[in-house]
């Protein structure tokens, strides 16, 4: 079946990049999302891509899409201990459920 | 104003026991979702509801029923709790066509004794 891949985990140090990357399979994806996961929390939706985009830039967000390799990316700048969280990837269709990945955990040291 | 609203946020409980976890929604969407997230945090989707149509994730077992008053609420029914349905439940709603954004509640944390 269709799939959303992103690997589980992610270190980095205050103030640097963290890029965090997805891949999906389904060629009929009309929008790619990505929610952030507090502790504690629901999901709350950071950003989104429409397919036909390469690129959106939202404040500290860079979202890239490359949608020939279906690959998605976010880059989160000077990242904060505050941006501590899950990550999730997610992608959804026409008149169609939205499917997540497993969701990446990003831990930011001082 | 919270805009998907979950209750209770915990609930613990012995196995064999029926329980429901209520959603409410006061964005005007007409789609409402039930989702599980397991300890790994996998989010998985039980269910999908609108005024029309109900679909149901093939996974999930019969002990879970959706209840729908009205389109602002979509409630989950348990019977016969089972240790494995301990977990996180989501709640979320979106409005079709558009960008499909769905929106989360804070989720109910369901410990089963």
């Known amino acids: 079946g269709e799939d959303v891949e992103q690997s589980l985990f992610l270190s980095v140090r205050e103030g640097d990049s963290s890029v965090i990357n997805c891949t999906y399979t389904?060629?009929?994806?009309?929008?790619l999302y990505w929610y952030k996961q507090e502790p504690g929390a629901g999901l709350q939706l950071l950003t989104y891509?429409?397919?036909?985009?390469d690129m959106k830039q939202d404040q500290r967000l860079t979202v890239l899409l490359n949608k020939k390799d279906k690959h998605l990316s976010l880059r989160i700048a000077d990242t904060q201990t505050g941006d501590s969280a899950i990550y999730f990837c997610?992608?959804?269709?026409?008149?169609?459920?939205?499917?997540f990945g497993a969701g990446t955990r990003l831990t930011v040291k001082p | 104003d919270t805009a998907v609203s979950q209750t209770p946020k915990y609930l613990v409980t012995q196995m064999g026991n029926d329980k429901s976890i209520k959603c409410e929604q006061n964005?005007?969407?007409?789609?409402m979702y039930w989702y599980k997230q397991d300890s790994k945090k996998f989010l998985k989707i039980m269910f999908s509801?609108?005024?029309?149509?109900?679909?149901i994730n093939e996974t999930v077992p019969n002990r879970f029923s959706p209840k729908s008053p009205d389109k602002a609420h979509l409630n989950l029914h348990i019977n016969s709790l089972e240790l494995g349905d301990s977990a996180v439940y989501f709640c979320a709603s979106s409005q079709p066509g558009g960008t499909d954004i769905q929106y989360f509640g804070a989720g109910t944390r369901l410990s089963v004794l």
């Open positions: 389904d060629s009929s994806s009309t929008y």
């Open positions: 891509i429409f397919s036909n985009m």
């Open positions: 997610a992608e959804g269709g026409w008149r169609r459920d939205m499917r």
């Open positions: 964005l005007g969407h007409d789609t």
């Open positions: 509801y609108n005024n029309k149509e109900l679909i």
